[in-house]
């Protein structure tokens, strides 16, 4: 019997939004290494006000007794949460982060 290990493959720089940092986008890859679906869904909201609730609800745990990223993910998500939030502040009224400011 054998068995088939697949891995996942980086998202391709082409498909990256143009206006990403190269930070942004090395955080993208590191997050489609472990929770691909996750980076999907950031790509596919890329400039939407969903966005940044998306983001929210990964960052905060809102439903309790979740297990939580590893610091590295939970790092990347919330450079992303930023970055995001600077190119589009009109998306960026919420309340998480008039606390961390």
Do not use: C
């Not at 909201?45 to 939970?74: N, T, V």
């Amino acid at each position: 019997m054998a068995i088939k290990i697949v891995t996942p493959k980086p998202r391709p720089r082409s498909s990256l939004p143009a206006n990403l940092s190269e930070e942004i986008a090395s955080d993208l890859t590191l997050i489609t290494e472990k929770f691909a679906r996750i980076s999907d869904k950031i790509l596919l909201m890329w400039g939407s006000p969903e966005l940044q609730q998306y983001l929210d609800g990964l960052i905060l745990d809102d439903r309790g007794g979740r297990q939580g990223f590893p610091p590295q993910i939970a790092a990347a998500l919330v450079r992303i949460h930023g970055e995001h939030g600077k190119l589009f502040p009109e998306d960026n009224s919420n309340a998480w982060n008039t606390v961390i400011r």
